[in-house]
Nanobody, 125 residues
Framework: QVQLVESGGGLVQAGGSLRLSCAAS????????MGWFRQAPGKEREFVAA?????????YYADSVKGRFTISRDNAKNTVYLQMNSLKPEDTAVYYC?????????????????WGQGTRVTVSA
């Protein structure tokens, strides 16, 4: 079992920045992927970014956030971060951290094994 706890959400003006954190605890795995997803009101949960535990942290981003968001990890702290810059009102959503116990990068929410409770991000115009 893996527990994930997100933090760092809040209210920010368009053009501003936020950094989300996801602290993982529990069972350890050698190869895994940690991802960020988001869900806006009335919309399906969508992929934002992911980072692997191998190859020095391979990353993958949704086109909508590429160049604005950066995912990173601190292995010593078992924490993954999502630095969000140049935020737009359409980035408003609940952001979820997810853990996948496989050695493949995936953008589909259904294949992730564990989820955090979510942290809300609101970007005002």
């Amino acid at each position: 079992q893996v527990q994930l706890v997100e933090s760092g959400g809040g209210l920010v003006q368009a053009g501003g920045s936020l950094r989300l954190s996801c602290a993982a605890s529990g069972r350890t795995f050698s190869y895994y992927v940690m991802g960020w997803f988001r869900q806006a009101p009335g919309k399906e949960r969508e992929f934002v970014a992911a980072i692997s535990s191998w190859s020095r942290g391979t990353t993958y981003y949704a086109d909508s956030v590429k160049g604005r968001f950066t995912i990173s990890r601190d292995n010593a702290k078992n924490t993954v971060y999502l630095q969000m810059n140049s935020l737009k009102p359409e980035d408003t959503a609940v952001y979820y951290c997810a853990f996948r116990n496989r050695q493949t990068m995936e953008t589909t929410a259904g294949v992730y094994d564990y989820w955090g409770q979510g942290t809300r991000v609101t970007v005002s115009a």
